[in-house]
């Protein structure tokens, strides 16, 4: 049975490649060490936050107790205790208040390629048992790579990988929607795929 996908949110495509650029231009500028997640987060979030969807609002550091789908999950009382950006229908009016049901639609983890892999499952693992319990809330990972095709999710021409789908060591379903990357080269004649990357990857129910 073929699956039907969720369409790529209208803010994904200019936000990632966008983000690429930006990537691409601290390169130029040396200031690679400089690129810290805070600092990609910071970036993608001005991004989204320019192309987002009508009607939708943008928040950084969204505390997930104030989540209220996610709180009957005994996993979202770990370690982790905020999302990275959350986008929802309304803005709240102080950040110690909780969003009403139904007003969070998606929550995005942000991860640099020089972060451990096994850091990169535990969120795709972390949001996976989210949407199992609320299937209405989209999860995604954005990540990030600078100088370096992320060999995981991409192919040797820098493409994403194919299938598209794939799952953790722990069995979650993730899948890699989009694929932005900034080049000196065109794609044709760049035969090593070098390049910064943005990709967009979906988190689906465990």
């Not at 535990?122 to 995604?140: E, N, P």
């Not at 932005?180 to 990357?197: E, F, L, S, W």
């Amino acid at each position: 049975m073929t699956v039907r996908l969720s369409p790529i949110p209208d803010w994904a495509p200019p936000a990632l490649q966008g983000l690429a650029y930006w990537l691409g231009s601290q390169s130029s500028f040396g200031l690679v060490a400089n690129i810290s997640e805070g600092a990609i987060a910071w970036t993608l979030g001005t991004l989204m936050f320019a192309h987002r969807d009508a009607g939708l609002h943008l928040e950084t550091e969204v505390m997930y107790k104030h989540i209220p789908e996610y709180l009957g999950n005994s996993k979202v009382k770990g370690s982790r205790t905020r999302a990275d950006i959350v986008l929802a229908t309304c803005r709240r009016t102080a950040r110690t208040e909780p969003y009403l049901p139904g007003e969070v639609k998606a929550v995005i983890e942000v991860k640099h390629n020089r972060s451990l892999l096994s850091l990169v499952w535990d969120d795709i693992d972390y949001l996976a048992a989210r949407r199992s319990d609320c299937r209405d809330i989209r999860a995604f990972v954005i990540y990030a790579s600078v100088n370096e095709r992320p060999e995981k999710f991409t192919d040797s021409l820098g493409a994403a990988i194919n299938p598209r789908n794939a799952k953790t060591a722990a069995q979650s379903l993730y899948r890699v929607r989009r694929v932005c990357r900034a080049t000196h080269r065109i794609p044709r004649k760049n035969k090593d795929a070098v390049g910064h990357y943005a990709l967009l990857i979906e988190v689906e129910p465990k």
